[in-house]
């Protein structure tokens, strides 16, 4: 078999196997109705400062619309609070409530384990050329949502 079909058959099985393990590693009894998509949004709203929903839409790359419909689920979660900025009321800034930044840090846990797991029995060349690689296919997936 050639590297590029192998290459391949890598790829779509590590897609799928991060997918399954990323949602299950969140399956805990407190985090039980957080789905993955919930997570991407938690991450995206971060544990800096209150976002406004403009730039966590952006970094999400979905519609401020698709975005409401998540936070709104997020908030009746008791995940994500909401506020309007003091510099201009019609701004919504959202951030993550107590209970969303322990979500946020359970997630990060396993990210951080996933992390070292990869790159624990690399040399330096290696893991310089495994961050090449993943940066490469990241901007491929990044042209591909653009339409490019």
Same mark, same amino acid.
């Given at each position: 078999m050639e590297i590029k079909q192998r290459l391949n058959e890598v790829l779509v099985k590590l897609f799928r196997n991060v997918n399954n393990i990323e949602e299950q590693a969140m399956k805990t009894e407190e985090?039980? !109705?957080?789905t993955t998509n919930d997570?991407?949004?938690?991450?995206?709203?971060?544990?800096?400062?209150?976002?406004?929903m403009?730039?966590?839409?952006?970094?999400?790359g979905v519609t401020t619309g698709t975005l409401t419909i998540s936070v709104n689920?997020?908030?009746k979660k008791g995940?994500? =609070?909401?506020?309007?900025? =003091?510099?201009?009321?019609?701004?919504?800034?959202?951030?993550?409530?107590?209970?969303?930044e322990k979500a946020y840090i359970h997630h990060q846990k396993f990210h951080e384990e996933m992390i070292e797991a990869v790159v624990a029995r690399?040399? !330096?060349?290696?893991?310089?050329?495994?961050e090449k690689a993943l940066g490469?296919?990241? !901007?491929?997936?990044?042209e591909k949502r653009r339409g490019s």
């Open positions: 985090y039980k !109705d957080v997570m991407h949004v938690i991450e995206a709203i971060g544990m800096d400062c209150p976002r406004n403009t730039a966590v839409a952006k970094t999400l689920s997020l908030v995940l994500v =609070e909401r506020s309007r900025s =003091e510099e201009d009321r019609r701004v919504v800034l959202v951030s993550l409530s107590e209970k969303g690399l040399s !330096d060349g290696e893991k310089h050329a495994l490469n296919l990241n !901007d491929f997936f990044t």
